[in-house]
T-cell receptor, first 115, second 115 residues
Framework: AQKITQTQPGMFVQEKEAVTLDCTYDTSDQSYGLFWYKQPSSGEMIFLIYQGSYDEQNATEGRYSLNFQKARKSANLVISASQLGDSAMYFCAMRENFGNEKLTFGTGTRLTIIP | DAGVTQSPTHLIKTRGQQVTLRCSPKSGHDTVSWYQQALGQGPQFIFQYYEEEERQRGNFPDRFSGHQFPNYSSELNVNALLLGDSALYLC??????????????FGSGTRLTVV
């Protein structure tokens, strides 16, 4: 069974500092995808970054990068130069690629950026 | 380019009633998934519709049913509402290629309160 663990319920970070949000996962499949979403108070889940299990390079999207350590089954999100607008809930999610359309989410981390 | 549109944004229902939530997918998308997000939790997969059929279902009772129309829009119906059905219901659209969905885009959700 799939499982996503996010061990940081809340984090406070000074503006302009980098922040790492932790995510570990559990799956017996060799092929899977890992996602990070941002959920502001409006409720919409905003896609940030994706990493496929066979991707050799860590994914990057602007200020977001994913520190993928396959052997440790971790997929941490790194946000560089944090901004006040980064304050939100952040969710890590996983999907098995073949025949499984379900995204399994963690419980999230609430990130608060301090001016 | 319109994203995913959900209606209504908020809804209050009485226990035992029935409710219908609606979702219009992002332009170009043909697949719709529904998620339930209880307060303080990550979203939980309810089901996915593709080509007007339920393609995959999560661990939800038969009180939860859905429909997809020829224009790819979708409805989520919940019968015999329970207090525990109070949650944010998120719709995600995607594009299916060779049986796999890509480009998940979420709406802002419908917040359902059962009293």
């Amino acid at each position: 069974a799939q499982k996503i663990t996010q061990t940081q319920p809340g984090m406070f970070v000074q503006e302009k500092e980098a922040v790492t949000l932790d995510c570990t996962y559990d799956t017996s499949d060799q092929s899977y995808g890992l996602f990070w979403y941002k959920q502001p108070s409006s409720g919409e889940m905003i896609f940030l970054i994706y990493q496929g299990s066979y991707d050799e390079q860590n994914a990057t999207e602007g200020r977001y990068s994913l520190n993928f350590q396959k052997a440790r089954k971790s997929a941490n999100l790194v946000i560089s130069a944090s901004q006040l607008g980064d304050s939100a809930m952040y969710f890590c999610a996983m999907r098995e690629n073949f025949g499984n359309e379900k995204l399994t989410f963690g419980t999230g981390t609430r990130l608060t950026i301090i001016p | 380019d319109a994203g995913v549109t959900q209606s209504p944004t908020h809804l209050i229902k009485t226990r035992g009633q029935q409710v219908t939530l609606r979702c219009s997918p992002k332009s170009g998308h043909d697949t719709v998934s529904w998620y339930q997000q209880a307060l303080g939790q990550g979203p939980q997969f309810i089901f996915q519709y593709y080509e007007e059929e339920e393609r995959q279902r999560g661990n939800f009772p038969d009180r939860f049913s859905g429909h997809q129309f020829p224009n790819y829009s979708s409805e989520l119906n919940v019968n015999a509402l329970l207090l525990g059905d109070s949650a944010l219901y998120l719709c995600a659209s995607s594009l299916a290629r060779q049986g796999v969905s890509y480009g998940y885009t979420f709406g802002s959700g419908t917040r359902l309160t059962v009293v």
